[in-house]
Nanobody, 125 residues
Framework: QVQLVESGGGSVHAGDSLRLSCVAS????????MAWFRQAAGKELEFVAG????????YYPDSVKGRFSISRDHAKNMVSLQMNSLKPEDTAVYYC??????????????????WGHGTQVIVSS
């Protein structure tokens, strides 16, 4: 059974940093893109960071560009999200996702087949 398990969420103040981690089990994703999404209360799921299979390319929406950084460790079957200069509007449940297809650069939720259960991030002003 494939599982993605996120960790690292918590409550912080504006300007602080957090590092989220997602460990995969049940299969490896060495040839697959991985990503982070988030969903704030009452809002749609939002793409926040993606990384290609080999880590050569990372991509972000303007809302987090320059503040968030995604990375992956094939040896640990893990993807991480470093979040700096956090803002109250970053408050959301953050989800890790993995693409089932090989070699793509996905950013839409329907392109990802595997999802974690999420970790809550709360940023207070």
């Amino acid at each position: 059974q494939v599982q993605l398990v996120e960790s690292g969420g918590g409550s912080v103040h504006a300007g602080d940093s957090l590092r989220l981690s997602c460990v995969a089990s049940g299969r490896t994703f060495h040839g697959n893109a991985m990503a982070w999404f988030r969903q704030a209360a009452g809002k749609e799921l939002e793409f926040v960071a993606g990384i290609t299979w080999n880590g050569a390319e990372t991509y972000y929406p303007d809302s987090v560009k320059g503040r968030f950084s995604i990375s992956r460790d094939h040896a640990k079957n893990m993807v991480s999200l470093q979040m700096n200069s956090l803002k109250p509007e970053d408050t959301a449940v953050y989800y890790c996702a993995a693409d089932q297809e090989v070699g793509r650069r996905p950013s839409r939720r329907e392109e990802f087949s595997y999802w974690g259960h999420g970790t809550q991030v709360i940023v207070s002003s």
